[in-house]
Every structure is written in C-alpha cells, then in structure tokens.
C-alpha cells in the first residue's frame, strides 16, 4: 500500500451503500464538458477566499520566524514590542497555554509551537496580534531574539556524516531504509542481456499555490470557529481539536474557497493553532494569513532525490532486474521523502529491490506535492528504461508494451480493476505521430529536435469514508450537501453532475454546500486524486436513494410497481407505457413531506483487486545545441483515469499537470545558500514556476477510458495527479533524443546544458 | 512589509532635485523597482519622491541632428512598440520588449530600467552583504550560477538592464539634471565598477535625475538587435545576452559594437572582440578570432562558467547571421 501519510492513525471504514448500483452505460451528464458551476463567482470576485474574510473587530497576526538555518533561543524579549501602537498580543513559548506539542496526532511529537529549538530557517519564534497588519509586522521587527547558532546540514550525504550536527534525539536518519525485495535481483542482473545503470537527482520544488496559507479564527465562548484556506476541512478540525484540548464537537472549520494548495494545505498548520491563541487571548477575531515569502520555506516541497537504477533486460525487451535505490529529505521534522513505489510495480519483472532513505535536515519540511514521490521516480526509471530501449536497440514504446503487467505485484499481486497502460501507449503514440516522429532525419542546423515518452501509474484510487447527503425539495431543486473542498478542481461542477445525472435535475437547479465541519459530513482531505474516486460514488449513492424514495411515493400514486418505473428529467415514467407519468413537483408525497433525504456513503473497495490510474506522455522538444536552451513545443498525454466525469475540467487537470511537469523538467529549484542554510529564491522570480512562454500551445489528452466496472460506482479513478507524473521524464527523454544527452538532474537549464555539452566535448 | 516613508511629487525639475537632495530620499518612476527594495528591506528610505509630474521626463522625439530623444519616464512598453525606435534602433526595442513581464513593461520606465538596483539574491535578500553595510559579497564563496564572470571583484552583481547593454552599443548619452544643474554622461561611462565603488552602480550623484537619453543618428545600414538567453520564455532576467550594432560595407566590417548583458556588474563592451571585427569579412575565422576576443579575460566562480559558452554562442549565433 502506497503510504498515505496524510492520512493519519485509524481511518473509520464506512458500510457498503445499500443499493447495488449498476455501473452507468450510455450517460447524459456525467462525461460531458461542462463549465464551472461556480466560475463565475470564481472570476467576478464574488467568491470569497478564506483570504478575503472580514469581521467585525478583526485583529491581524504575523508571525516571528527564525532567520538562521539552526539556533536555538537563548534569551527572548518583548517588552519593546508589547508598548508599540495597536499591539493587541504577543505570543512565545513561554505564554501561558503556548506550550502545544506538534503535531499532536503523533505518537511521539518531535517538537512543539514554539519549539525553542530551532532547525530550520523560517521556524515559528514567536506571533503577534495587533489591529493592523502593518502594526503587527512592525511589533515582530521589535521583538528582540538572542540566538544560538548551531551548525546545519543541508544534504543527506552531510547529514550522515560522523559528527554532523544532529537535529533530532536519535540521530539524523527518519527511519531505518525501507527496503522492498521479490525475487532475486542478482539472479536476474545475470540473466540479462542489457543492463543500465545510473543515478539521478530531482531538485526541491515548492508548491506556489496563488493563495497564501492562513486562517482565520473566532471565539464564541467556548466554541471556535476557523476560516481556513485548506484542501481539507476535516484535517484542520482534528488538529485543532487536539492542539487546544477541546471537544471536536466545539470546533467549526470552514472552506469553502480555497486558492490552491497542490498537497501543502492537506494537514493543520501552525498558523492555524496561533491564530486561534491570539484570538484567545485578545477576545477578537484573529487572521493570520502567511506573506509569500513565508510560504516558500515554511509551508512544504517536493524533497530533493537521488535514485540509483539498474535495469535488466533479454534482448527481446524483457525485463529480468529492476533496482531503484533511492535517497532524500523531508527536511527538518518528520516527512515522507519516498519515491521508490512505481518503480516496482509499473513493469512486469520478477526480481526487484528498492529501498528508500530519509534523512533530517535543515531545511523546510516537505510535504505532499502533486503525486509525492512519483514524479521523481518516474524522472529516474523512465530515462533509464529509454536508455534501456537505445541499448537493445528497441523502440521506447515497444519496450514497455512488452512488460506490461495485468496484476500489482508490489501488492500482493492482486489483479487491478483495469489497467489502461498498454492502451494509452498505444493510443498516445498514435496521436502524437509517434513513429513518423521517431523515424525523421535530424536537420543539420543548431536547433535540434526530438521525441521522448514516459508511462507512469498512480498508487491511490480513493476510498471510504465519505458521505454525501443529496435533498430533493418539493419545488424539484436539489440541495447537495458534501465535506469535500474544491481545491479549483472543479469538485462542486462534476459532484452535481452526478446528481444531474441520477435525478434528472439540471445543474442550475443544485445548490452546494461544502466544506464545513459544522454543516457536512466527514471526508479525507482532496489529496491522493481521491475526490473523484472517494465522494462521486457517495453522492451517487445519496442520489440514488432520493430517486428510490421518490420512486416509491410515485409508484404507490400512479398504482404502478416501482419496478416499472424510471426518473426521466422532472418526470416519473413507466417504461411499459410512457403515456403513464406524472411529473415530480405532482408527487404528493414529496409535497406532504417537503423534502427527500438521500444520504450515500462510500462503500469499500473491491476485495482482491487493486484500482490504479495510468498515464503515458509524450513530448517533443528543441534544444539549441549552442546555448543549450530547451524548448517544450509538444505536449501529448493518453490517461487512464477511468471514466471522465467532466471532460472540461478532466483535460484542464491534464493541462495543469502538464505545466506542473514542465516546471520540474525546466525551470523549478529551490537553493539554498550552502554558507547560511537559507533560502536564496524565495520569491515568484527568483523561484522560477513555468510562464505561459514555457508551455507550448500544442497539448493534447487522450483520455483511454478501459470501461472500469469495478472500481467504483462511477467508474472513475482519479486525474489530479496522473496528469503531472511521466511529464518531466518524457521531456528529459526528448532532450536525450534530440542532442545524445542525458540530463540526469533536474532541471534541464542552459545552464545544466552547457554543463553537458562541456563534458561531451571533452570526451569527444 | 514595506517600511514608513512620506510622499512627494514635485511638479518642477528643479523642486524634484531639491527633494532628493534630501538624506534618505529615493526617486520613484514607475516604481516597479523601488517598491520591492522597500518592501523587502534592501534600504531604507525617508521619502519617496514621485518623478512622474516632471514633463521633461515625458516624451520621444526627434533631435535636429536625426537622433532621437526618449524621456526617461518613458515605458518599456512605449519604447518596444515605437516604431521609429524599431526601425532604426532595434537592440533597443527588443531590449525592452525582452525585460520582465507586459505588466512590468507598461509601469517600468527606461529611466528606472537604466537605474534599477541589481537582483542578486544575496543583495536582495537577508544578507548583509558588501553592497548594503556587510563585509564581503556572498555569491564569492556561495550560490553564484547568476553571477558575474567578468568585473566582478569585491561584488559579483550582473546588472540587470536589458535596455542599458542596447544603450552603450547604441553610444546614447544621458541627461543628468542635479543641485549643478545639468551634464551630459555617456551611457558608456555611465556605470559604475565595483573595483570604483561597490555600493552603487552608476555615476548618479546625491539629488541627480536622468532626465533623457539621447541617441545619435543611427548609422547608413546598420544591424541591431538584443538576443538575450534566460531560464524561462519572459518574466526573467538574462542569463547572458548580447546587444549588437553592426554596419558592413563593401564585404567588410566598417564598425561593431558588441555588449554582453548579464555577465558583469555592469553592461560589458566587448572592445577586443570589435577591434577584431573592424575592417574584415565576416566569414567563419573572424567570427571565431571574435568569439575568442568576446570571452578572453572571464573569470568565473564556481557556478557561472557556463556563462562563457553562452557569450560564444550568441556572439557566433549573431554574428553569423549578419548578411556579409
Ligand atoms: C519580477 C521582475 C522581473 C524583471 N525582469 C527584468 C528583466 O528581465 N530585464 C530588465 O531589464 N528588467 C527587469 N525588471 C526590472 C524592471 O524592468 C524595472 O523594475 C523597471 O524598468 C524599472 O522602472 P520603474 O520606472 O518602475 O523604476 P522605479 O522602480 O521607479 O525606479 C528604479 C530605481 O531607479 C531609480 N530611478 C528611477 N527613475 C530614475 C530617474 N529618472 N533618475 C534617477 N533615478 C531613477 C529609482 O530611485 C530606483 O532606485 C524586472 C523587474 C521585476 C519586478
């Protein structure tokens, strides 16, 4: 099982739904291009974002923040600060109720709020609230802090050295390896005809969401309300709950817009337990968003990797070895740097050994981005399996088409539900112009260009719990009720397409309410691609149990058997005879009660079998071989994500996963200062995410649909992340093809270019 | 957070120069620029005193002697779209079509372009390094892809103009208005090495304005241009670049002027590698004796050699391209 780190301690298991719902065929809504149901409000600005939350006698907080990578706090005061004009509170670790534990769900919590301790630069010293932001931001300029610096390490390999400094009781490394054997590597290294071998490196990407992290919190007494810009409503209720030893039941968290999150928003953030401390303390409403700056070193990465692979094939492209040793840092507390997974379950092969190291270091820690670790892995297998197919002498697309595997063999070797692997493959080639494109003469200018490919899976495809709860009025409009955040998804549109399409009621007609612990039921935090797979088949399910009420009060009216019954638009209609319906608004007993209560859950998964999404991309490149500039003119991306529910915002995941993989393979790298330990581009330029001018105009999805029954009620097994994890390795691969090179680190910069050009040269 | 400061805005040259002549007073054009420094604590400042009500500032014409004046106040926007400046002097409009992003180029103006403070990270950011009151330049010893290969010394910035390398190749002048009224600086002499000073970057003294830029006539039959290298298509500043402006007559180089962006504190001339050029064909052996002359004298850090392949490669993209 892929670990799910964002999903902490016990999830509860949810019953089976009660109607057997049969899998859709022909479908009226579902699948369609449909705009946001909320795009207006989206681009009017009508919306209001956590960001925008105003209230009544609001105090605005900002945090202190530790400017060396590693200190501790030897003297703090903030006596000077406390006079300054509008300050309302200051917090620091040694204000009364301050000292909490973080993160409080975990066994054993590695540090604390205001963890005296600091490890990395950026580290929480101390808060204040004051009546404008300007006001508070001037008190933490007052606060004077005397540190202790210590020495950092900023790299694995420092961080086990003998004698380096040590962030944590216990020594530097997480966790002892996590190794994963079958079969016997050496034995089949032995049996191959070719093997490659090399390592490669992904640098650390930060996650630039549009809206900043913070919240918003207000007391009423004993219970307290929190705006917060999160991916999960009910993440944030837990923590906070626990953090500040309250009853969940007196804690309300609301999300009802948030502006991107990308996995950094998935768990509680300090921000959030401060805010709600200084709201505490001052008897005001608190906002404490984050600046941009913050959010760079604070708020999580994609940790850095380094992955060994070894390859071993026949000379017919079967594979007989695959070894991925892999190595990286979540930073300074505990975070998954694991990226070994795909590369022991995408191919069929026998013998396998992957290992992952992670290792403390200080630095910001990572947190969940856009499929973590998979990106990465797919950087490292997919140019070795490329380089594989040029050293047989094969096609790349022919290669993996010979090792395509029907079970998951990292997971008990359970059948999947649908592997689409194989289509999207073929598919994507054929509508990239694969073989045409492959069998071209290169020009003799400068500008070379080239071809490449990369497969990918995804080791999640939701689950329960989640439960919807669908309301049909009396007037036939429909109240949709659900915990799920839309993170700019588009989950709002596809769930009341769902519902359109069980009851027939068009979208204008369903109104949302989402995202709120106070108001809707429990659901894990959007991550993992799970919305679609984990809450489509919920709110199915609650739709499906309005329709069988309603069915009911109809049948008992018309003196019909329900059997014969079917929901067509606003009408109830016999099959046998369409002369025989009545209209819903007509139904007596929807009148008589007001309103049908449909509540749906989402079942389990199917027993012995695994759901998995799969996704082969293909690119085409230009590289100048002069300046080692790189252009990406040709984006093509076959998914397998089972069943799309709202073909507009499936193909804008793709897009967006597309622009994401873009920024790994081209332009993004954090750097950190090796004499300081801090963050020298921690700024939208300096940062470098893809511009417009980065993304080429030509992308296309194929979305391979293999008719997947058994996954879910809806045949949908999620997009999000499967859209960004072959991308960069199909570009790297690409550049490979057009120049001879292989990048191995990203990202592929003129200067990474030039770089390899030198050393071609000197070896001639 | 940016920092307290009053506000002014002069409407005369004259009250503008006495404003800033004032301690802590910064100009402010566009303020594309100035308000990031503030706001990320690059220095401090008492006041902030608005240029944009100077209408010396304003305006492009033409002078009597067929050059063209453009006021500094105006935008990076105006200057990439004028057509004369197109037409005649093309290293400046694709300067300024190249800088930052279409928001900053229709705020950003070429005064506040040619001035800008430079965007090395470490001066930029919580460093306290030479250029602000530190000891010694971070990006020595540090993160230096970025940095200078050439004039670097005691601080090794880039500057960070796309339109200045244009202005030297294009030998434009300056007109600085200050308490002593005003002078004339060639845009060649008008910045400033570290070796000279590293706290500033150009000649600019306490209380003076760049009211204009002048360009003389440009000369029969010249080729120009600015092809400027980055990490990403727009929105980033050059890796390397090089503005050129070059005339051949006859099957032969009558003059050159070749200067690199983004490779030295400030926009470098490549003198040895125009004399080479000067009065010979422009086949492959003078490109390369040109190349070689381009690239003679760097001295990287550990990061930035890379930038040597860039200046060969685009001295030869360019100069390969120029029809003999
Ligand atoms: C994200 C980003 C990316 C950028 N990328 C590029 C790039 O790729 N290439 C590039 O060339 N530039 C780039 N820039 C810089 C941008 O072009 C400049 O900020 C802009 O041209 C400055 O013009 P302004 O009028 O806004 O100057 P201001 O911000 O008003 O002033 C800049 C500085 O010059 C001084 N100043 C301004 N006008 C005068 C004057 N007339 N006399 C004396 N001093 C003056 C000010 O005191 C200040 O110190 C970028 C800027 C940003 C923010």
Redesign the interface.
Known sequence: MVELYWLQGAVPETTKPSPEMPPWKETAVVGKRVPRVDGYDRVSGSAVYPRDILLPDMLHAAILRC?HAHAKVKKIDVSAAEKMPGVRAILTAQSPGADIPWFPRRDKPSTSIFDQHLRCEGDEVAAVAADT??QA??ALKAIKVQYEELPFVLSVEEALKEGAPVLHEGGNRVAPPAVYERGDLKKGLSEADAVVERTYTTACEIHVPMEVHGSVAKWDGNRLTVWDSTQGVFAVHETVAEALKIPMANVRVIGHYMGGGFGSKLECGKYTIIAALLAKVTARPVKLFL?REETFTMTGNRPPNKMSVRLGAKKDGTLTAIEFLSTGTGGAYPASATTSFMATDLYLCPNVKSSDENVFTNAGRARPFRAPGFPQCAWALEQAMDELAARLGMDPVELRLKNIPKTSQRRGNQPYTSTGLADCLREGAKAFGWNEARARKKPDG?VKKGFGVAASLWGYAGGPPSTVIVKLFSDGSVNLNMGAADIGTGTKTFMSMIVSEELGVPLEKIQIEHADTGTTQYTAPSGGSKTVPSDGPAARAAAWEVKKKLLALAAEEMKLPVEELMLSGAEIVSTKDSTKKLAVKAVKGLERQQVLVGVGTRGPNPEGKIVTPFAVHFAEVEV?E????VRVTRLVAAQDSGRPMNRLTYDCQVFGGLVMGIGLA??EER??????G?M????W??Y?I?????VPVDQKVVAVDPGDTECNATGAKGIGEPATIATAAAIANAVADAVGVRVVDS?I???RM??L??ERQKKG | ??PNFAYVRPSTLVDAVKELAKPGAAAHAGGTDLIGCLRDGVFDTKSVVSLTALKELHGVSATPDGGLRIGALTTLAEIARHPEIAKLYPALAQGAASAA?PQLRNQGTLGGNICQRPRC??F????DCARKNGEFC?AE???N?YHAIFGGETCHIVHPSDTAPALVALEAVATVAGPNGKRKVPLGKFFVLPAVDHKRENVLAKGEILTEVVLPKAPEGARGGYRK?R???????A?AGLAYSVVVKGGKVERARLVLSGVAPIPWRVAEAEKVLTGKALDAATVKAAVEAAVAGAKPLA?N??KI??V???V??VLTAIPK
Not at chain 1, 690 to 694: G, S, V
């Open positions: 400017p932001l300007l931001q001037d600046t400068p100048d002069r300046t080692g500039e081209r332009t750097v950190l200062d090796r004499q300081t801090k020298v581009n921690a700024n330029h300096d470098k893809p511009t417009a001018l980065d990202p910069t003129p200067i030039s770089q050009f030198r | 957070m940016l992003s990270w470490y930029r950011g919580d460093f971070y010893n540090g993160e892809r290298m990490v990403r298509g727009v929105w980033d500043f890796l990061e050699a890379y392949d860039l060969r490669a685009v030869e993209e």
